[in-house]
Every structure is written in structure tokens, then in C-alpha cells.
């Protein structure tokens, strides 16, 4: 009896042993099985919201006409560049549009609290369509300031400037190709923090290749934080470190900062007079003069309501 008894402790041992290895397999099997649903999901989620290929941010995100509008020759002319073009002086002050966009793309629902800072497309097409049709040169910085210190205008041509903040992925995937369609010519100010660090930011190389196409590339600080109420420390390391990150990766002299929301104080402007910028953007409403401060200039807000003709009236010179 003591022998059958331990065989059949044998046998309830093993047949245990046995159970609880397949319930073993199969707790590993179901725990595999839901990480690669929460994966799929996961990265579904993720290129609804951000898509990650240039591809999927354009069929995602916009329903530009492919179409290619002959271009006149009357606008390559227009945006000849600065050392072809006659300046001439001017007896009244100078004042320049500076316009600010954002972001140029349809708006996800999910975008709702930003939809002031979203232009559609369409929307952003018509005004270069407009700009063109009425003879408008696209500065670049170094023209602007150019401008604005010498109070000189390109000979028989209307200026303005376009700039962009944020450096999101848009920029590359929708404006950009609009600017080329029709020979013009922006600037967007970088969050420098953000390149390559972000899925919905410019990169790097986005960057280099749209500056070898004739796009100007300026800063927007390092992390975007509110300028006026920084310590003078943390001010100085954003406006120098952002610029010297500019200076560095495209070989350029960086000479503009956009202040982030518009904020800045006293201390904030002397900070970016001594990094050596010599133009700065606000958020202030209207046309830039040289009256208003250099590195305090005013640009005219772009609303996802602004019109071509609208445009057009307030910026009218």
C-alpha cells in the first residue's frame, strides 16, 4: 500500500506539474497576444494623429490639387534675387506686412482649442494666388532688414514678408510645396528643441532641404517658454543657445527671434540685442516699421477666416 500510495504521489505530482506548465503557456501566449493588439493600436493611434511618413501626412491632412498652374514669367521675374533688383530710396517711412501663420492643414476635431492657428490649404493658396496676381515680391529676412535700416523698396515691386512659427511638420508637407508652385518665398522661425526630437516638427534635414529651395530658417527659442516672465539666465540660454544651433547646422548667420506667444519684456529685448539678433517679431497687430523697434516689429495675424481680399486691403501699400 505505502508503494502504490507514492506511485500515485508520482502520478498527481507530474499531471500537476503537467497543468500548470500548460497554464503557463497559455498566460504567456494571451500576454503576447494582447501586446500586439496594444502595439497595433498604439501605433494606429499615433499616425492618425501624427502621420509618419511624408505620404501619410498628405493623404492624412490635405486635399491640395496636384495640379501644376503655369507659372508667368512676369512672377519668376518678381522674385528675383536681392543683388539683381534696383533699390531705391523712399521719403516717407517705410512700413512692411509681416504676416504670421501657423499651421497650414485641415483640422482634426481633435484641434479644436487651436483653430485659430490653422489655415486650410486652400485657403493658404488662395493668398499666394492673390499675392502673385498683384505683383507682390516675398522678402527674405536679410531683405527686410535691409528695408527697414536703409527705409529703401525694391524698384516698382510691393513687398511682404511670410513668416511661419513653430517649425511643424506642415510646413514641409503642404506650404512648402505651394511656396515653389508659386516662386515664392517664407521664413519659419524653428523651435529649435523640437527638430528630431518631435514627430510633428520639422527635422533636420526637412530643414536643409528647404533652405537649399530658397526658405529662410529663424529662431523661435530652444523650448518655446514665455520670455517675460524667464529668469534672465534661462532667457539667455534659449535666444543664444537656439541660435548658435541655427548658426551651426546651416551655416547661416541667424538674425531674427520670433518671441513665443508674443511675450516679451525690457529685460527680454536687451537679452536679444546682446545675442547679436537684429530683428525681432512680436505678435503685435499691424505693419512693421523701423519706428516701432527693430527687435519689437508688428505682423499681421493670419486667421483660418482670412480671405485673399481682405488680405489684401490690409496690407495694401
Known sequence: ???????AKRINHKH???????????????????????????????????????????????????????????????????????WEKQTEPVKIPILMYHAVHIMAPEEAANANLIVDPTTFESHLKAFQEAGYYTLTPEEAYKILTENVLPKDKKVVWLTFDDSLWDFYSIAYPLLKQYHMKATNNVITGTTDTQPDHLTLEQIKEMQENGMSFQSHTVNHPDLE?????????????????????????????????????????????NAQYKLGVTTNEGLASAADGLLTLNRVRILPVT????LLQTIGQ
Open 229 to 273: 516672465y524667464s529668469t534672465p539666465e534661462a532667457q539667455n540660454a534659449e535666444v543664444i543657445d537656439s541660435k548658435e544651433y541655427l548658426d551651426h547646422n546651416l551655416n547661416q548667420d541667424t538674425i531674427v527671434l520670433a518671441y513665443p506667444a508674443g511675450r516679451y519684456s525690457e529685460q527680454t529685448v536687451k537679452t536679444v540685442e
Open 307 to 310: 480671405t485673399a481680399d481682405g
Open 16 to 86: 500537476h506539474s503537467h497543468t500548470t506548465f500548460l497554464w503557463r503557456m497559455i498566460g504567456i501566449l494571451l500576454v503576447s497576444l494582447l501586446a500586439i493588439v496594444f502595439y497595433l493600436y498604439h501605433d494606429s493611434m499615433l499616425t492618425l494623429i501624427y502621420p509618419k511618413t511624408q505620404e501619410d501626412k498628405t493623404v492624412a491632412t490635405t486635399s491640395i490639387s496636384t495640379k501644376q498652374e503655369p507659372t508667368s514669367e512676369a512672377s519668376k521675374a518678381n522674385q528675383a534675387s536681392s543683388e539683381e533688383m534696383t
Open 1 to 7: 500500500m505505502p508503494a502504490q500510495r507514492s506511485r
